[in-house]
């Protein structure tokens, strides 16, 4: 069909099909991958920013619990403190009781059949 004013035949309008078939499939081809491309971009950037933040997050998680645990240690040191002076406490009056019990000539033991006047009166 060199003239355009002759009229078509049947066959070149086929022609013409085909030819329009084969630049549409090159096109949508390119569009394709054009497409696949973007895509395959964006998701990559989008990985990257969402490891950078998860990496951020678990810094913060790790700083939290380090603080948390320093602050238990220092309660656990205040209570490991407070429970050795009561127990110091508690061995000075064991102490001063053992002494009292040395003056009073008197087995524990017998304290429960005791007379309380009779403790006051030193016999028993």
Do not use: H
């Not at 810094?59 to 403190?81: C, D, W």
């Not at 053992?98 to 008197?106: A, D, Q, V, Y």
């Amino acid at each position: 069909m060199a003239d355009n004013t002759q009229t078509a035949t049947k066959q070149d309008v086929l022609d013409a099909t085909e030819v329009l078939r084969g630049e549409m499939a090159t096109s949508t081809n390119a569009l394709r991958e054009e497409i696949a491309g973007e895509i395959t971009a964006a998701t990559s950037a989008l990985r990257e920013e969402l490891t950078e933040v998860i990496g951020d997050s678990e810094t913060k998680l790790l700083r939290a619990f380090y603080s948390f645990a320093e602050s238990n240690q220092t309660r656990f040191g205040q209570v490991e403190a407070n429970t050795n002076a009561v127990i110091a406490r508690l061995a000075t009056l064991e102490s001063r009781v053992i002494e009292l019990e040395k003056r009073l000539n008197m087995p524990p033991a017998a304290w429960g059949r005791a007379d309380p006047s009779a403790l006051r009166s030193g016999v028993v």
